[in-house]
């Protein structure tokens, strides 16, 4: 069975999100398509347990030098490795989130601190490069603006600006991941008059890709 790993960035009601309705079509469609697979879903803007703080900090320097780490940091560890095993084991990633001053939502960038961990999903080799330990996996990232980055409206392309999508894929690489794809609902802001029309093209765009994902 695949399992799907969904990893969800938007604290904002379903009533009012596009974001969650943005995903819904997506995952609606992809279960249509693979309804045997396995779907696990995190929204880490509710809980996100083990940020990159001094607890975390602490472990690592522990490591270094072989040391034994405290009952608290025990328990921290233990409970941060559930979550870097179960990205380990999942066969396909969804990132999910709004796009938030051209970047991803912090509790993204937390939970990929979390999974960035030597030697579970990367390492350093002997000449000092990183490597994945991930591979035979693939990953798609829905994002939602209100301006548009990527031409989806017909505007100018300023994918370069963003950074979020950029991040999300070089993180990915390192760790072995390198079929890595992106489907934007953007432009509503921008556009406010077609944003009915706009959305509904991401819908379908969404629905597409989530068939052939």
């Known amino acids: 069975m695949t399992k799907v790993l969904v990893i969800y960035a938007h604290p904002e009601t379903k009533t009012y999100s596009t974001t969650d309705k943005f995903y819904q079509q997506f995952i609606g469609a992809y279960r249509e398509e693979h309804p045997e697979d396995e779907i696990i879903e995190h929204n880490v803007s509710e809980y996100m347990p083990f940020p990159l703080n001094k607890i975390a900090v602490s472990i690592y320097n522990k490591a270094l030098v072989n040391q034994e780490l405290n009952p608290d940091e025990a328990r921290f560890q233990d409970a941060r490795q559930k979550w870097v095993d179960e990205f380990i084991d999942a066969d396909k990633y969804v990132f999910v989130n709004p796009m938030y001053n051209l970047f991803i939502p ?58 979020g999508h950029q991040y999300i894929g070089a993180i990915l690489h390192v760790m072995g991941v390198d079929d890595f794809t992106g489907v934007y609902a953007e432009g509503m802001d921008h556009d406010p008059a077609n944003a009915p029309e706009i959305m509904a093209d991401a819908f379908q765009r969404a629905e597409d890709a989530a068939r052939a994902f």
Request: proline share 3%; no cysteine.
């Open 106 to 163: 912090s509790e993204m960038k937390s939970y990929l601190d979390m999974i960035m961990q030597i030697p579970d999903t990367f390492h350093y080799t002997k000449e000092g490069t990183m490597a994945g330990m991930l591979h035979d996996k693939k990953a798609i990232h829905l994002q939602t603006a209100g301006g548009d980055y990527h031409g989806s409206t017909g505007a100018p392309d300023m994918s370069q600006l963003d950074l």
